[in-house]
C-alpha cells in the first residue's frame, strides 16, 4: 500500500507540472516500459519489487549503444550517506529526499534537463 500511495504522490506532482507520468509497479514492468522517449525516471529506493540499483544498471547497458539514455533520479526518504553513495555507484543522476514538494520537484526537474544531473536536493 505504501509503494502505491507513493507512486500517486510523486505522479500527482509531475502531473500537476505538466509532465506526462508513466509508473509501474515492478522491476520488469520497468524494464518493459522504459524507452529512449523518457527523458527522466524516477524510482523509489525504498520500494518493495522494484531493486532500484539493478535497474539503474541495466538502463545503462541498455542505452549504452544510443545516445539518449533516460536520466534516472532516486527518490528516497533515506538521509545516510551510504544510500546517496549506492545510488550515484549506479549511475543515477541525482537523488531527491522525500518529502517532496511541489516546489522542490520543479527545482529538481528544472536542474535535471538543464544540466543532466541534480547537483543537490
Known amino acids: 500500500m505504501e509503494g502505491q500511495v507513493s507512486r500517486m504522490v510523486t505522479k500527482g506532482l509531475l502531473t500537476h507540472l505538466g509532465c506526462d ?11 518493459r516500459v522504459v524507452t ?9 529506493v525504498s520500494m518493495p519489487g522494484i531493486h532500484c540499483y539493478e535497474v539503474a ?11 539518449g539514455r533516460p536520466l534516472i533520479v532516486a527518490l528516497t526518504g533515506n538521509t545516510d550517506r551510504v544510500t546517496k553513495e549506492n545510488c550515484m555507484r549506479v549511475g543515477m543522476d541525482g537523488v531527491i529526499l522525500k518529502p517532496v514538494s511541489v516546489d522542490k520537484m520543479r527545482s529538481v526537474l528544472s536542474e535535471l534537463l538543464e544540466h543532466g544531473v541534480v547537483l543537490e536536493s
Not at 507520468?21 to 524494464?31: A, I, K, M, P
Not at 529512449?36 to 523509489?44: A, I, R, Y
Request: glycine share 4%; with cysteine; proline share 0%.
Open 36 to 44: 529512449q522517449e523518457h527523458k527522466v525516471v524516477f524510482m523509489d
Open 57 to 67: 544498471v541495466v538502463i545503462h547497458e541498455r542505452f549504452r549503444k544510443h545516445h
Open 21 to 31: 507520468v508513466t509508473t509501474v509497479g515492478s522491476r520488469d514492468e520497468c524494464l
